[in-house]
């Protein structure tokens, strides 16, 4: 069985930051493209991040670049996402998804991934 946990949500401040990780288990993901997505109850899952395979090719929505940072650990089969200057309209569950396909090209869709983990809240009070 595939899982992906993600871990280090919770509550901050306006200006604050939290590191979230998500670690996976059951399938080396080394090969695939690995995304960051998140959820605010009533509206669809939207792109935040994504990361090539061995880590040298990055995206991020327009919302997020400049303060988040997505990263990844081949070796602990898990991927990060550093969230620095975290606004209210941060405040969402954020998803770890996996690409459906090795090696493919960066996608802000959902479609294109096939592995999810459950979320984890992210609260940023103003």
């Known amino acids: 069985q595939v899982q992906l946990v993600e871990s280090g949500g919770g509550l901050v401040q306006t200006g604050g930051s939290l590191r979230l990780s998500c670690a996976a288990s059951g399938r080396t993901f080394g090969s695939r493209v690995m995304a960051w997505f998140r959820q605010v109850s009533g509206r669809d899952r939207e792109f935040v991040a994504a990361i090539s395979w061995n880590g040298d090719t990055t995206d991020y ?56 983990g459950q979320g984890t809240q992210v609260t940023v009070s103003s």
Request: hydrophobic share 40%; aromatic share 12%.
């Open 61 to 116: 929505a327009h919302s997020v670049k400049g303060r988040f940072t997505i990263s990844r650990d081949n070796a602990a089969n898990t991927v990060y996402l550093q969230m620095n200057s975290l606004k209210p309209e941060d405040t969402a569950v954020y998803y770890c998804a996996v690409h459906r396909d090795a090696a493919r090209r960066l996608s802000p869709q959902i479609v294109a991934y096939d592995f999810w």
